[in-house]
């Protein structure tokens, strides 16, 4: 049996979560830009975005990835070819704390991800996404964060990468479906540095001269004896 023959029931199901495309931006999207070549060789990014400063100390949260389909078929994603996103240092000095720590605890399929049993791979799930249409694909749990707990990286240099990966096959018009292809999103981060505080100088207190009580001191005492001795015998001489 023909994939296309299932597709019918399948646009069916699809229109019955009614899915819309997104009209507005949402927290969590991102500016799109050039890919570095860099990112390409390390990461194979095929799309990449602008996810603005991180700074260290700072808990990043709420985070989730929409996914349009710009393509003339329907994309058939299967839930056992999907890998979850990751987030990944630039720097060897960098480093994350992941709360919770498993990947399967922090991310979560959106609501929109509505899986069925697949006609094609017995024992897996799939999604039919119809052409033109936009979903959020995937979605952290409430309170799940990454922070950034460390950083060599200079202010205003990438610091971090969040990958964002999604596995399909495109339904083409022979009613079979292409070979899967997995599209990598880049989201890069870069880092926010600020300098630390000068604390104030404290003013130096005056120094307290300390009375001498050294050899100097017993010299002086002995002439004062001396001479107050020697006017007491000039005063007793007079008196004489």
């Given at each position: 049996?023909?994939?296309?023959?299932?597709?019918?029931?399948?646009?069916?199901?699809?229109?019955?979560?009614?899915?819309?495309?997104?009209?507005?931006?949402?927290?969590?999207?991102?500016?799109?830009?050039?890919?570095?070549?860099?990112?390409?060789?390390q990461?194979?990014?095929?799309?990449?975005?602008?996810?603005?400063?991180?700074?260290?100390?700072?808990?990043?949260?709420?985070?989730?990835?929409?996914?349009?389909?710009?393509?003339?078929?329907?994309?058939?994603?299967?839930?056992?070819n999907?890998?979850?996103?990751?987030?990944?240092?630039?720097?060897?000095?960098?480093?994350?704390?992941?709360?919770?720590?498993?990947?399967?605890?922090?991310?979560?399929?959106?609501?929109?991800?509505?899986?069925?049993?697949?006609?094609?791979?017995?024992?897996?799930k799939?999604?039919e996404?119809?052409t033109?249409?936009q979903?959020?694909?995937?979605?952290?749990?409430?309170?799940?964060?990454?922070?950034?707990?460390?950083?060599?990286?200079k202010?205003?240099?990438?610091?971090?990468?969040?990958?964002?990966?999604?596995?399909?096959?495109?339904?083409?018009?022979?009613?079979?479906?292409?070979?899967?292809?997995?599209?990598?999103?880049?989201?890069?981060?870069?880092?926010?540095?600020?300098?630390?505080?000068?604390?104030?100088?404290?003013?130096?207190?005056?120094?307290?001269?300390?009375?001498?009580?050294?050899?100097?001191?017993?010299?002086?005492?002995?002439?004062?004896?001396?001479?107050?001795?020697a006017?007491?015998?000039?005063?007793?001489?007079?008196?004489?």
């Open positions: 049996m023909k994939r296309a023959i299932i597709s019918a029931f399948a646009a069916t199901v699809f229109a019955a979560t009614a899915m819309t495309e997104s009209a507005s931006a949402k927290i969590g999207e991102y500016e799109s830009i050039s890919c570095d070549p860099a990112y390409v060789s990461f194979s990014c095929d799309q990449c975005f602008d996810g603005g400063t991180w700074a260290v100390g700072e808990t990043k949260t709420d985070y989730f990835d929409t996914w349009t389909n710009t393509l003339s078929g329907s994309q058939i994603i299967y839930q056992n999907q890998s979850l996103p990751s987030v990944h240092p630039l720097d060897t000095g960098t480093q994350f704390a992941s709360n919770p720590e498993d990947p399967k605890k922090f991310w979560k399929f959106a609501s929109d991800i509505v899986w069925t049993d697949s006609v094609t791979n017995v024992g897996d799939e999604f996404l119809a033109g249409k979903v959020t694909m995937y979605e952290s749990e409430l309170g799940a964060g990454y922070t950034l707990s460390s950083t060599n990286v202010d205003g240099d990438p610091v971090a990468v969040l990958l964002f990966p999604l596995s399909y096959s495109t339904l083409l018009d022979s009613g079979t479906e292409s070979d899967t292809k997995t599209h990598e999103e880049c989201v890069i981060y870069k880092a926010k540095i600020t300098n630390p505080a000068v604390p104030t100088p404290k003013p130096t207190p005056e120094k307290v001269t300390s009375p001498k009580t050294g050899p100097e001191s017993v010299v002086m005492f002995m002439l004062a004896l001396m001479a107050g001795a006017i007491l015998l000039v005063a007793s001489r007079r008196k004489a």
